[in-house]
């Protein structure tokens, strides 16, 4: 199955036989715990849930410990699920490794969580323009006019409006990357440009969407 838990290391770059350097994110693998199988008969859909990372058994909710004690397994402090071709063919209790996953060349998508970045401004957050910054302007960096214009007073802010407000910290999925290398000595995925999130946050590899599709 082509799907993997991985952490976020940072950026480097390496070099082609051609000497040209290609900056790549590197994804430190350890082999994911293959936790439960969801089958059509029993769960509606065909799906494998992967674990990763260490956690102390009494910092896990008793219902969560009593499941890995169920499954003779250690609990993991992350889970996530995969629905995709060969999940099925992992055996829960197993080990999946990052070389059985994925190898150099493959087009992959990778999902993680960007960076916060606080409350931020509509200047910041979404690019609008400031106003003039001479002294009695009165208008600087504010939001501006919001397009309201019911009729008999009383407008109201339409939905989708950009306005201040949390920025950053979404869930972002790059889409149709390069694996460039893949180290299963040293549990490492390079894969080409950047990465949402920032160091030593979760991320999410899959097979690229497009290509299961056939699409381009």
């Known amino acids: 199955m082509k799907g993997f838990i991985g952490t976020k290391v940072g950026m480097t770059q390496v070099f082609d036989e051609t000497g040209r350097a290609i900056p790549v994110t590197v994804i430190h693998a350890e082999p994911n715990t293959v936790v439960r199988q969801r089958t059509s008969e029993k769960d509606g859909y065909e799906a494998v849930q992967l674990g990763v990372g260490h956690i102390r058994p009494h910092k896990v909710t008793q219902p969560i410990r009593k499941d890995f004690e169920h499954r003779g397994l250690t609990p993991v402090r992350f889970l996530r699920e995969f629905r995709l071709p060969g999940a099925l063919n992992l055996e829960p209790g197993s080990q999946h490794r990052i070389e ?24 910041k957050r979404w690019g609008f ?22 009729s008999g007073g009383g407008g109201r802010v ?3 409006r950009k ?15 390069n694996v460039v290398r893949v180290d299963k000595d040293r549990n490492l995925v ?13 991320v999410m590899i899959r097979e690229s969407v497009r290509n299961q599709k056939g699409g381009k």
């Open 158 to 160: 339409h939905p989708g």
């Open 100 to 123: 059985d996953a994925f190898a150099e060349g493959d087009i992959v998508d990778v999902t993680g969580t960007s960076k916060g970045k606080g409350f931020a401004g509509v200047i």
């Open 190 to 202: 390079l894969i080409r440009g950047a990465v949402p999130g920032p160091k030593g946050s979760l």
């Open 163 to 177: 306005m201040p407000g949390h920025m950053g910290h979404r869930r972002i999925t790059v889409l149709r990357v």
């Open 129 to 150: 323009h400031r106003g003039p910054m001479s002294h009695g302007s009165k208008y600087h960096r504010r939001v501006g006019s919001l397009g309201s214009r019911t």
